[in-house]
């Protein structure tokens, strides 16, 4: 009741044109009270110079002679002194993240309501005009809020109520009838209506989209417990059969543990990855479905306009690749192709390594990545390839770094070695390749062949099962001055010819696990000539065929 009080009696002692306690205060001829800076202002901006009372609407024929009433000046300065005995709590008082009363002088209150029409925030004490003058009946009251500026027009400084959806914006009465006339326009309450309904829509796509990630993370991680016992076993088994082995034999067996590791914690981090994107996707989508939950209980349309758009468009959505049944096999084919080679003897198991590695390197948690479309992103599967001498018909020299072959006129000096081809002016790289790979080449000349190949084609015959395209142990494309061939177990496509076609410059990709198999003219932009699917059951080995005339060359390219 003492409080109640204090607030009676303060507001005999307002002034009704600030609405705070009176300053200065005079006492006009009509008997009512204003600050009197207040009243001069007010009486200095009447054009008519009328000079009446604010409250009463006595006109004056004079303006009346202000003179500084002491007693109500007193009174003042009492009733501030009692009001500093009953300060509110520190609780009532703005902090940096409230909302303050626009009217409060000094230390502001905590505002309790914005209003749309005054623009303005009041504490409880300031906001009772609202409620009880007649003049302010028609105001829109909300929750206090910061962002009533996003209501005025910044060219017009009017209030916004009218939304334009020609050009999807708010804007006042005056845009309405200038830049936006003829536009199709409805009141911002409307259009906060229709949007109210469409964001609904979104709320549901949004816990959709949030259980089907939930969904993909419980499918992932079961997916990464049973690579983790799949691997587990093939190195439990790969030990046992190695152990019964020889010391050349255990020293493979070692590999193989190695290599299963390496692929089941690079596969099982590749999972991780995106679990954790998907995760991090949910933790969005849940922030985002909060955001729209708050917009659509805000009082405010032009700030649920304002910030509907942004809120409302979803980032793409991260996909959990669709093939996901090659984790019933996991390592069971490193475990039986070691059982294989448990019986042979030392050379056999030299021959037969290849194949052991060539079946830990294909197991993956994930499907193939997509194939690369920009030559940047072949880039990042640069392999550094050379000339394995051993391999070179004597008609071909090698350059000193092996990067390079030459047709000659003549045999080169090579000593005889298994791997040479002795009929076919052919040459291959020195090192397998698996996985993922990409290089280049550079070729001059009539005519070149750029081929992969198994190790063990064919070497010293000419026949078919020793010419690069004409086995089902090579993939060759013929690079011709005028068009390109591709050849494989001697079957011949032809590719048609293309204006700026051929380049000299040819790119291979290789994603051994996938059986995917790319040749691109390499100019200015990447331009696919023949890509391959099928099944590699071995390591492809780079190859080239120079068969036309001396001088003709082909030359790896520096990619890194």
Avoid at 353 to 365: A, G, N, Q, R, Y
């Amino acid at each position: 009741m003492a409080q109640q009080g204090i607030q009676l009696d303060r507001a005999k002692f307002c002034c009704s044109i600030c609405l705070d306690l009176l300053k200065d205060p005079v006492t006009i001829p009509c008997g009512h009270s204003y600050c009197m800076s207040c009243i001069e202002g007010c009486w200095d901006e009447d054009q008519k110079k009328i000079h009446s009372c604010p409250q009463c609407r006595e006109a004056f024929t004079q303006r009346p002679a202000l003179v500084k009433s002491t007693m109500l000046a007193e009174l003042v300065e009492e009733l501030k002194k009692t009001e500093l005995q009953a300060v509110p709590p520190d609780r009532c008082y703005a902090g940096p993240g409230d909302v303050a009363c626009d009217v409060c002088t000094g230390r502001k209150l905590k505002a309790l309501r914005s209003c749309l029409v005054c623009l303005a925030s009041y504490c409880e004490q300031h906001i009772q005009p609202h409620y009880e003058s007649p003049t302010f009946e028609k105001h829109n009251l909300i929750n206090p809020s910061k962002k009533l500026q996003e209501n005025i027009c910044s060219r017009h400084k009017e209030a916004m109520k009218i939304f334009c959806r020609t050009d999807q914006q708010c804007i006042c009465y005056l845009c309405f009838m200038d830049k936006h006339k003829g536009h199709d326009t409805v009141s911002a309450a409307a259009e906060r209506t229709e949007k109210q309904e469409e964001l609904g829509v979104s709320q549901k796509k949004i816990q959709q989209r949030i259980q089907d990630r939930e969904k993909d993370v419980k499918m992932l991680q079961q997916q990464v417990e049973v690579m983790n016992r799949s691997a587990d076993k093939a190195v439990e088994d790969s030990e046992k059969i190695f152990g019964e082995l020889v010391h050349f034999i255990e020293k493979r067996s070692s590999d193989v543990k190695e290599q299963i590791r390496s692929q089941q914690k690079t596969q099982v981090c590749r999972a991780e990855e995106l679990q954790e994107k998907l995760e991090q996707e949910i933790a969005e989508l849940r922030r985002k479905d909060a955001e729209l939950e708050q917009l659509s209980h805000t009082e405010d349309h032009t700030h649920f306009l304002h910030n509907y758009p942004s809120l409302t468009c979803l980032t793409e959505s991260t996909d959990l690749p669709s093939n996901n049944n090659c984790h019933l096999r996991y390592f069971r084919d490193v475990t039986m192709a070691v059982s294989a080679v448990r019986n042979k003897l030392e050379d056999i198991l030299s021959e037969e390594w290849p194949k052991i590695s060539l079946t830990v390197t294909e197991v993956d948690l994930l499907p193939p990545q997509a194939e690369p479309k920009t030559r940047a992103e072949f880039l990042q599967y640069a392999c550094e390839i050379t000339l394995d001498p051993n391999t070179a018909n004597k008609r071909l020299s090698l350059s000193e770094g092996s990067s390079r072959a030459t047709l000659m006129g003549e045999e080169q000096l090579y000593f005889s070695h298994a791997d040479r081809f002795t009929e076919w002016w052919q040459v291959l790289g020195r090192a397998g390749l698996t996985g993922h790979c990409y290089w280049e080449v550079e070729w001059c000349g009539s005519r070149v062949s750029v081929a992969v190949a198994y190790k063990d084609i064919g070497r010293a015959k000419k026949t078919d099962e020793c010419q690069l395209g004409c086995n089902d142990k090579s993939w060759a494309l013929d690079c011709y001055k005028h068009s390109y061939q591709f050849k494989h177990n001697n079957i011949k496509t032809c590719i048609p010819g293309m204006p700026g076609y051929p380049s000299s410059r040819v790119g291979v990709y290789l994603d051994h696990g996938a059986g995917i198999l790319s040749f691109y003219s390499v100019s200015e932009t990447m331009t696919l000539l023949h890509r391959v699917q099928t099944t590699f059951t071995q390591p492809l080995y780079p190859a080239f065929w120079l068969p036309s005339f001396s001088g003709d060359t082909v030359q790896l390219c520096k990619l890194k």
